[in-house]
């Protein structure tokens, strides 16, 4: 069974960089499929913020690209998220999930991590 | 960029047909999925290339995709579908969009 979790810490600074990991288990993640990164800020919608194939092919949201670098550890059988320069607006509870990519989604999930950019 | 819009919430009766629409320009050339969530969980997919059902979800889910708009219906709706549901596309130039999602309400 695949089982996705992230970890990292859960208070970030202004300005700062937010860095989360994301172990899989039950799944190779050398395999066909990509790894995403979504977040929701509290009480709103789910925002996709970047993915990875095994092999390191990266795409990312537009709109967050140049603060985003996700990269990833075969031998760990993880990938991981940075998000530079947080404010308060990156607040929210980050997900990581596995990308089928095209038209076939998200369909392993992560539980999920509340992350708070705060001083 | 693209969009996608949803209604922000839908009520329904129990045992009633629930619709939920999601539009987007041209959507209807792109593949749709659908996720719900219920308070304090992660998102599960329920439909994905527009009308199919990943293992484990009901046949009341049914999902169809034409002109501008994308819609998720569920049939016979129980009380355990109330939840929030968005409605996600891929889009060349923006990879993966989601919509603003809906609150479903069974009354």
């Known amino acids: 069974q695949v089982q996705l979790q992230e970890s990292g810490p859960g208070l970030a600074k202004p300005s700062e960089t937010l860095s989360l990991t994301c172990t899989v288990s039950?799944?190779?993640?050398?395999?066909?499929?990509?790894w995403g990164w979504i977040r929701q800020p509290p009480g709103k919608g789910l925002e996709w913020i970047g993915s990875i194939s095994h092999s390191g092919s990266t795409y990312y949201n537009p709109s967050l690209k140049s603060r985003v670098t996700i990269s990833v550890d075969t031998s760990k059988n993880e990938f991981s998220l940075k998000l530079s320069s947080v404010t308060a607006a990156d607040t929210a509870v980050y997900y990581c999930?596995?990308?089928?990519?095209?038209?076939?989604?998200?369909?392993?999930w992560g539980q999920g991590t509340m992350v708070t950019v705060s001083s | 960029s693209y969009e996608l819009t949803q209604p922000p919430s839908v009520s329904v009766s129990p045992g009633q047909t629930a619709s939920i629409s999601c539009s987007g320009d041209?959507?209807?050339?792109?593949?749709a999925c659908w996720y719900q969530q219920k308070p304090g969980q992660s998102p599960v997919l329920v439909i994905y290339?527009?009308?199919k059902r990943p293992s484990g979800i009901p046949e009341r889910f049914s999902g169809s995709n034409s002109g501008d708009t994308a819609t998720l219906t569920i049939s016979r709706t129980q009380a355990m579908d109330e939840a929030d549901y968005y409605c996600?596309?891929?889009?060349?130039?923006?990879?993966?969009?989601f919509g603003g999602g809906t609150k479903l309400t069974v009354l």
């Open positions: 999930a596995r990308d089928r990519r095209g038209g076939d989604g998200f369909d392993m």
């Open positions: 039950g799944h190779s993640i050398n395999s066909d499929y990509y």
């Open positions: 996600q596309a891929w889009d060349s130039s923006t990879a993966w969009v």
């Open positions: 290339q527009d009308l």
């Open positions: 041209k959507l209807g050339d792109k593949y």
